[in-house]
C-alpha cells in the first residue's frame, strides 16, 4: 500500500527543510486532487471545491485536532496577505486554563454573520451596535426583525426592538405551572422596584 505519494520535485534545502517546487501531495492516496489531500478511506464525494487548498477525507467521522498547553490558546486564525488587507481578521480560539471557546473579529469595524441554509444570514452581531436576529443591520443592542416595519421612531435610550409587519406582534413569557412569569423594572438604586406578574394558579391574576 502506498502511505503518501510525492508528484514532481522535493527539494531538502542546506537548513533542513522540506517543498515542494509543484505539484501537490498526497497521504493514503496516489491521486490527490489539492495541494494536501489527506485520505484515510473513501468519502464517495464526487467533486472537490475548486478553491480548497486541503482536503481530509474518511469513509467514517472525520476530524483535525489541534492541540496546546493547557494556559495557551488553540485554534484556526484567518486574514488576507492583500495590500490593505488584516494579516489578522478573524479567529476561532480554545483555551482550556479559563474553559472559554472565542469566536471574534481582530479588528474595528469588523461584523460576525451567522448564516443558515442558501446561505442567508439568520444572526447578525454588528461592531459595537448589537445583535440582529432577520435583519443584518440592527440599530439596537437586540433588534428582531419579522418584516421591516421601518417606525418613524422608537423610544429614547430603546435596549432591545420586535418588529413585524403584517400581523400582531408579540413577546411571550412562559413559565411552568405554579410559578410566575413577568417583567421587573429597576434601576442602579434599586434591581427590583416594580414588577408585572402572571400566575396561572393564582385564580389567573395579573399583579
Keep these: 500500500m502506498v502511505a503518501f505519494i510525492i508528484q514532481h520535485v522535493t527539494v531538502i534545502s542546506a537548513s533542513g527543510d ?20 489527506v485520505v484515510s478511506g473513501s468519502s464517495s464525494f464526487a ?21 496546546s498547553p493547557t494556559a495557551s490558546n488553540a485554534g484556526l486564525q484567518f486574514g488576507s496577505g492583500n495590500p490593505g488587507g488584516d494579516v489578522l481578521g478573524a479567529y476561532v480560539r480554545w483555551n482550556q486554563a479559563n474553559n472559554l471557546m472565542t469566536l471574534g473579529t481582530a479588528n ?5 454573520s451567522f448564516v443558515t441554509g442558501n446561505e442567508t444570514s439568520s444572526m447578525y452581531l454588528r461592531n459595537n451596535i448589537g445583535l440582529g ?20 421612531s422608537t423610544f429614547a435610550g430603546s435596549v432591545g426592538v420586535f418588529e413585524n409587519s403584517g400581523s400582531n406582534t408579540f413577546v411571550s413569557i412562559l413559565s411552568h405551572t405554579g410559578y410566575s412569569s413577568g417583567v421587573g ?23
Design 133 to 152: 436576529i432577520g435583519t443584518t443591520a440592527p440599530l439596537y443592542r437586540l433588534h428582531v426583525r419579522n418584516g421591516e416595519v421601518t417606525p418613524s
Design 47 to 67: 467533486s472537490i471545491q475548486t478553491s480548497d487548498t486541503a482536503v481530509f477525507e474518511s469513509n467514517a467521522n472525520t476530524y483535525v485536532s489541534i492541540y
Design 18 to 37: 522540506v517543498y515542494i517546487n509543484s505539484g501537490s501531495l498526497g497521504v493514503g492516496t496516489i491521486n490527490p486532487r489539492t495541494k494536501l489531500h
Design 108 to 112: 474595528d469595524g469588523d461584523d460576525i
Design 185 to 207: 423594572f429597576g434601576s442602579n438604586v434599586s434591581r427590583s422596584a416594580a414588577r408585572l406578574l402572571w400566575n396561572h394558579d393564582s385564580h389567573n391574576n395579573l399583579s
